[in-house]
T-cell receptor, first 118, second 107 residues
Framework: DGGITQSPKYLFRKEGQNVTLSCEQNLNHDAMYWYRQDPGQGLRLIYYSQIVNDFQKGDIAEGYSVSREKKESFPLTVTSAQKNPTAFYLC?????????????????FGPGTRLTVL | RKEVEQDPGPFNVPEGATVAFNCTYSNSASQSFFWYRQDCRKEPKLLMSVYSSGNEDGRFTAQLNRASQYISLLIRDSKLSDSATYLCVAAGNMLTFGGGTRLMVKP
């Protein structure tokens, strides 16, 4: 089955530790994204990548880092510099960031990772 | 002002009712729009895409008014299973998500 997987589903971190969240897709999508969702809030873009070996900061990139060494994988590292990391993290992918006529392809989401800092 | 604004609700409606949500966006360059459904503690799932004036899929109708910069979602004959949060999304340079509107359908 094609889809997006994220692991782990739940993650607990002590203050001062870095943690890496996994995101894998087998949809052959070019673009991948990381969002953060806080209770009762919309999704906020952390980082995105439109092609392998390239990625861009989103609206709230401070305290996070990513890599895109393979088309299928886009891991997110939450560093100790992120002051309020407890949140629901969602990874998404889309076929390509923009199709003809300026219309964007929709994004498809993984099941998310719920990170809690103890 | 948020780029994409939605009434957070909750909208409490009885089964069988018709309910409508509005969403306003500030970026006039937005080209495409989407409605996603998100169940509690789950990922958003695409409900409808809106590229022109509107789209209809069964009980769900989305309409776009570019002049007034708003998108609406109409749900007819509400089911208990429609209870969820509905996210409005505008696509400009990137996708911008609204905060969501929570719907609760009661028996």
């Amino acid at each position: 089955d094609g889809g997006i997987t994220q692991s782990p589903k739940y993650l607990f971190r002590k203050e001062g530790q870095n943690v890496t969240l996994s995101c894998e897709q087998n949809l052959n999508h070019d673009a991948m994204y990381w969002y953060r969702q806080d209770p009762g809030q919309g999704l906020r873009l952390i980082y995105y990548s439109q092609i392998v070996n390239d990625f861009q900061k989103g609206d709230i990139a401070e305290g996070y880092s990513v890599s895109r060494e393979k088309k299928e994988s886009f891991p997110l590292t939450v560093t100790s510099a992120q002051k309020n990391p407890t949140a629901f993290y969602l990874c998404a992918s889309s076929p390509n960031p923009q199709q003809g006529g300026g219309s964007y392809n929709e994004q498809f989401f993984g099941p998310g990772t719920r990170l809690t800092v103890l | 002002r948020k780029e994409v604004e939605q009434d957070p609700g909750p909208f409490n409606v009885p089964e069988g009712a018709t309910v409508a949500f509005n969403c306003t966006y500030s970026n006039s360059a937005s080209q495409s729009f989407f409605w996603y459904r998100q169940d509690c503690r789950k990922e958003p799932k695409l409900l409808m895409s809106v590229y022109s004036s509107g789209n209809e899929d069964g009980r769900f109708t989305a309409q776009l008014n570019r002049a007034s910069q708003y998108i609406s979602l109409l749900i007819r004959d509400s089911k208990l299973s429609d209870s969820a949060t509905y996210l409005c999304v505008a696509a400009g340079n990137m996708l911008t998500f609204g905060g969501g509107t929570r719907l609760m359908v009661k028996p």
